[in-house]
C-alpha cells in the first residue's frame, strides 16, 4: 500500500515535471508580454512529431533527436514571433486567445495532413525500457527507467535554466524585462530582441517536452487541445512570470492527475479539473504572485 | 433621410465614452441613452428569415439551426461583447439546456414551452454559480475558470452514461405539439417557426436591455473596469447578472436544438463547441448584437459548403480565418460594413447639402 502510494507519487512527479518542461515558456511568456497563448502546445506537438521522424525515418538515436526537437520548435516560435505574435502583444487578451485558437486549429489541420489522425509510435531505446527495482526506507519499489529519465533530464534543464536566468546578462535582461518593460527599454536593453529570444527558448522547451513526452502524453494532432488545459492550467494556478510557481504547480496538478487517475478511475479527469477551481478560487493570481 | 439625427446619437452610442459618464449634470440622462427605434434595416433582417422560408424550403432544417445557433451566440455577445468577460466554456450552459429539455421529454415531459423555461432556469442557475467564480479572476483566471467548468461539465456527462446515454447521445426524446396544435415535423417546418420567434422574443428582450442603462454599464466596464465603480456602479454584481442572463439564453437555445433535432449528442458541451461560437461572434462582430446573428449565418452556411467540399481541412481554415480576422479585420464582418459605410456617408452628405 505504501509502496504503492510511492510508486503512483514518483509518477506523478515524473509527469508533473515533464508539464512544468512544457509549460515553463508559456509562464515566461505569458508573464513577459501579458501575452494568452493557447497554441503553446502547438510547439510542444512539433517537437513530438521531429522526434518521432528522425527516429523512424533516418533512424537517429533517440537522445540525438531531442536537441533538434528542441531546436525545431525554437526556430519556428521565433519566426511566427517576429513575423505574427509581435503584433498582438498590445491587443485585447480576446484578440490573442481568438489568434491562438486559429493558430492551434492550423496546427491540428497541419498535423493531421502530414502524419495522418493516428498516435505516433515511439521505440525508446532499450536501456530506457523496464524497470528497475530500488530499496527505498526498507520498500522495494519498481520504477520506470523511463521516469527516472525524464526526472533526471527535467533537473538538468531546470538548473540550467535558474543558472541562465539568475546568473547571466541576458537572465538579467530577461528579469528586467518582465518586471518593467519601459524602464529597461530606457537602460538600453534591446526589449524586443530579449522578448523574441525568450519567446524562442520557451517554444524550444516546449518542443523538447514535446519530444520526451511522447511515451507519456501519447502523441497525435489533437495533442494541442488535449493538452491546452493543463499547459494554462500549470501557468494560470503557478502564476506566470516566474519559474518557482509553475514548477510547484505542475508537481502538484502532476500528482493528483495521476492519483487520481490511478485510485478513482471512475470519476475520471473530474479531479485535475476540481483541483483547478478549487486552486483559482484560492489563488486568483496564483501560488507565486509576480513582485512588480 | 434622418442623416443628422442618426450622427447626433452616434456620439453616445459609441461604447463607454468616458465623456458620457462625465457628462454636465444639465443632460437629462435619458437624452443620451442610444436610440431604440427599429431602423429600416434592422426590419428588412428580420425579413430574411421569413423570406428564407419561401426562397430555400428545402433548406428549412439548416435555417433552423442556423437561428439556434444564432440565439446561442447572441448570448455569448451579451457576456462577451458587452460585459467583456472572455469565456472559453460558454457550449457548458447550452449543453445543460439542451440536457435538460432532452432529459425532460424523454421522462414524459415532451410539452416544448415549459421545457425551454426549465433549460434557462437550470442553465442560469449553473451561470449565477460559475459567475461568482468568474468575477474573482482577470481575464487568465476567467479563461481557466469558464474552460475548466466546460470540461468537468463534458467529462461529468461523458461519465453519467446511464442517465445522459454517454458518447451516444441522449435519444427516444418524444416531442409533444407546440402550444397542443403543431406537430413537429420531419420536413422542420413547426422547428423553423418555433425558433424563430423564440430567437426573435430573445432578441427584442436583449436589444432591449444592451440599449437600457444597465447595458450601457456593461459597456463601461468593458471598457474601463477600473473607472465604473467610481461613478457608483457595483460592477461584480452587472458581471454576474449579465454571465447569468448570458447563460440562461445560452440554455434556451440548447433547448431549442434539443427539442427541434430531438438528439441531444455529447458534443454539444464540448470545447470545440465553444471555441466555434466564439468564431462566429468575431466572424459577425461582437457588441453588436446582429454581428452574432451574421456570424453565425455566414459560419454555418460556409462549414456547409466547404466541409461538403473537403470535410477534413475545414479546421485549417477556420484557424486560417480566425487569425486573419484578428490582424486585419478587427470588428469582423459587421465592424467591416460599417467602416465602408463611414467612408460612404460624408460623401453622401455632402451631396445632400
Redesign the interface.
Known sequence: MVGNMIGVLFDGIAYGSLLFLISVGLSVTMGMMNFINLAHGAFAMVGGYVCVTLLSRLGLPFLATLPLAFLAAAVIGLVLERVLYRRLYKASHLDQVLFSIGLTFMAVAGATWLFGPTQQPVNLPDWLRGQVHARFLGLGLDLGVYRLFLIGVVVLVTTALVLLIERTRFGAQIRASVDNQTAAAGLGINVSRVFSLTFALGSGLAGLGGGLGIDVLGLDPSFPVKYMVYFLLVVAVGGAGSIKGPLIAALILGVFDVAGKYYVPEVGAFVIYTLMVVLLILFPFGLVRRKA | MSAPIDTKLATPANPANPAAAGAPAAVPILARLPNDRWKPLEIVFWLLPVAAWFLFPNHLVLVSQIMIVGLFALSLDLV?GYAGI?S?GHAAFFGLGAYTAGLLSVHGWGEPVSGLFAAALVAGLAGLVVSF?VV??????R???T???G??LF??A??AAFITGGVDGLSGMAMQPLFGAFEFDLYGKTAFWYSLGVLFLLFVLLRRVVNSPFGLSLRGIREGGRRMPAIGANVDRRLKVAFTAGAAIAGVAGALLAQTTQFVGLDSLG?PRS?EL??ML?LGG?GRLYGALVGAAVFMVAQDFISGLDP??W??Y??????L???FA?GGILGGLEKLAQLVKPAARKEGA
Open positions: 462577451l472572455v472559453l467564480l474573482r479572476g482577470q481575464d487568465l483566471a479563461l481557466m475558470v474552460l475548466g467548468i470540461l468537468m467529462e461529468a461523458n461519465k470545447f471555441a466564439l468564431i468575431v461582437t477534413a481541412y479546421q485549417f477556420i484557424g486560417l480565418l480566425l487569425v480576422i484578428v490582424l478587427r
